[in-house]
């Protein structure tokens, strides 16, 4: 009676031992499995992951103790490896030196961080002195030479005008604005207004 114990107790170690075996196989089988379909899933993805996300962020260049520009965003994902700053419902504010201010929004927009130029896109709206608005679907800010631009189609409304072409830019500095491609310009006066 004891040798058939003994023997029960050899077989119930060794199932023991081989179910233990069995399940740690399965477990880093799986984990090995899990681990491999993650890397594919990562690299299937056409967004990096950022390495810093802001809610309404705010930040101001400043020169020489003067506000140049202030850029805010609902949301910004910024992205260590391109040095650039991904930015979701934009709005960019430009301060010259004579107080007058020129104001851009757009659903979407980068800052790339070296050179702090802008690109903003999706429903382009500017708003400068004078009463003049752009709407465009793209535009660009070149921080060096303090320029905005555009090379899609664009329409400028005004005190009794309204432009359109297929590239603008602005000279910031200069206050001065550069409309080309196909421009068309329709003017009226304030008498042939209708009351």
Not at 1 to 30: C, D, E, N, Q, Y
């Amino acid at each position: 009676m004891i040798r058939i114990s003994l023997k029960s107790s050899h077989l119930l170690v060794l199932a023991t031992a081989l179910t233990l075996a069995f399940l740690l196989f399965m477990g880093v089988w799986k984990a090995k499995t899990q681990k491999e379909i993650g890397q594919q899933t990562a690299a299937v993805s056409d967004e990096p992951s950022a390495e810093m996300k802001l809610t309404d962020m705010e930040y101001t260049e400043m020169q020489k103790g003067r506000r140049i520009w202030t850029l805010k965003a609902e949301e910004a994902k910024y992205f260590q490896e391109d040095q650039k700053t991904a930015l979701t419902r934009v709005r960019l504010v430009f301060f010259m030196e004579n107080g007058e201010e020129i104001h851009l929004q757009s659903q979407q927009g980068v800052l790339h961080a070296g050179s702090k130029d802008i690109e903003l896109w999706h429903a382009v709206h500017a708003v400068f002195p004078k009463g003049y608005e752009l709407s465009t679907e793209r535009a660009r800010y070149n921080h060096k030479q303090n320029l905005i631009s555009s090379e899609t189609a664009i329409l400028i409304t005004g005190p009794d005008l309204k432009l359109e072409g297929k590239h603008w830019k602005y000279v910031i500095a200069e206050r001065r604005a550069l409309l080309g491609g196909r421009v068309q310009a329709t003017l009226a006066s304030e008498a042939a207004k209708p009351k």
